[in-house]
């Protein structure tokens, strides 16, 4: 059994870090339902 098992996971990932599509696929990986992702530019 995984840590995400059965979650539901909302991402917001940084444009000048890491992307959400990165964490999305760290999400998934660990069991994860990644219902939203997005790369955002927080200035």
Same mark, same amino acid.
């Given at each position: 059994?995984?840590?995400?098992? @059965? %979650? %539901? ?18 999400? %998934?990986?660990?069991? @994860?339902?990644?219902? *939203?992702?997005?790369?955002?530019? *927080?200035?």
């Amino acid at each position: 059994m995984s840590i995400l098992s @059965g %979650k %539901k996971v909302v991402i917001i990932g940084d444009r000048d870090g890491v992307p959400g599509d990165a964490i999305a696929a760290c999400a %998934k990986s660990a069991g @994860g339902e990644v219902v *939203f992702s997005s790369t955002e530019c *927080f200035v």
